[in-house]
């Protein structure tokens, strides 16, 4: 069986950056490898059998941790040693608040956005078409079907996601269905998806991948999302709406539920990727060499004396491929700072040109000659996505920056 999401493989709500969230829950296990903000936030009520207490690390933070009334129900935050703590005032009945490091954000970033693009190259065996607003996909293999297409471009037609007003999925029950969606700006509307013509259910979103190799933003109002939701790259905003499986974004925002419907569907071995780790310690022996090889891991351990040096190669999933990652450079505060500058005025002139092209589609729409009040109506509606879209983003660039509001750069 393939290894699927590697770390995250447990986790209902999986991030590498930021999470901010206010207002609902996750049923399942949380993990933020930067800052967390939650305000009346419920975590883990979903996990059963309830693990023995305090063994489970339900709320992984890597960063700030400013959490305000909640439950985590299912047992410990873990904060690193390197966290803060603004403010902690959510329950914990089966476990505490504890300092450990039980996940590596960075090895689990750099698989899941190496697995995201291996997805995504799969070819396509399943078949699309959209028929009277609603997009059907078709597979007939009893395995995984596959189906890919361009979320502002749906099959040629024209119509994004969010002008669909229904999304039914045809396919064997017990298939794994992969959707891939391409483009960097995602945004859903408000409609349905079926699982061969009926309501999608919960136990139907376990064998359902949604990837969006290429996504920077994602955006959902009230569309209930059924599968899991891997966009590795993408900032999410979300309101008042719920999402069935994994959830993994670069950094996520808003009020969504979390259901914890994991994934168990099927998906082939990104073979590629791998995650490579190496430590040295201190020891005197005579010269030893030894190997060992598994199915899954390899390990070679030389002994000198006066010092041993152990390189281990853990592959997501199996492989005897070794790949070497360049060690990583340590950025000064300033310049870390200047960079996140920088990304944010990048970031602010990308939107310029955004909401100048919206305004250039609304004229070229009034240059015609006959136009019908549903098409200026549809076309009011989209551009009103887009500017909800950039005002969420805008947002998040603002909560960027109040990072560094009081900052001092100083050469360290």
Known sequence: ??????????????????????????????????????????????????????????FVVGGTLNVSNGSNA???????????????????PNGSLIIDTPISFAEAELYLKCASQFWRSLEPNGTGEVLFGQLNLTGTDNVLNIFRFDSTDIYDTGLSLNQLNGINIIAPTDSTILINVDGEDVQYGSYQIFRNGNTASRE????????YADALIWSNSTTAIYGSVLAPFATANTTYSQINGNIIFDSYFGNAESHNELFLGELPDPTDCLVTASTTTSATASTTTSTTTTSSTSTTTTTVSASTTTTVTTAFPSTTTTTTVAPVTLVARSQAVSDLFESVALQQAALSHILNAEGEKLQKIFSF????????????????????????????????????????????
């Open 369 to 412: 000659e006959e136009i019908s009040p549903d098409t200026v109506l549809q076309a009011n509606k989209s551009v009103e996505g887009m500017i909800h879209s950039i005002a969420n983003l805008e947002t998040v660039l603002e909560q960027k920056l109040a990072l560094f509001e009081d900052c001092i750069c100083k050469n360290d």
């Open 74 to 92: 299912s047992g410990n935050t873990v904060i690193s040693p390197d966290s803060t703590v603004i403010q902690y005032t959510m329950g914990n």
């Open 1 to 58: 069986m393939a290894i699927n999401f590697g770390p995250a493989n447990d986790y209902n709500v999986f991030v590498f950056d930021n999470i901010s969230l206010s207002n609902t829950d996750a049923e399942g296990r949380v993990a933020a490898g930067g800052d967390a903000t939650l305000s009346n936030y419920g975590i883990g009520a979903g996990i059963s059998p309830l693990p023995p207490a305090g063994t489970d690390p339900s």
């Open 204 to 211: 139907n979103a376990r064998k359902i991948l949604w990837n």
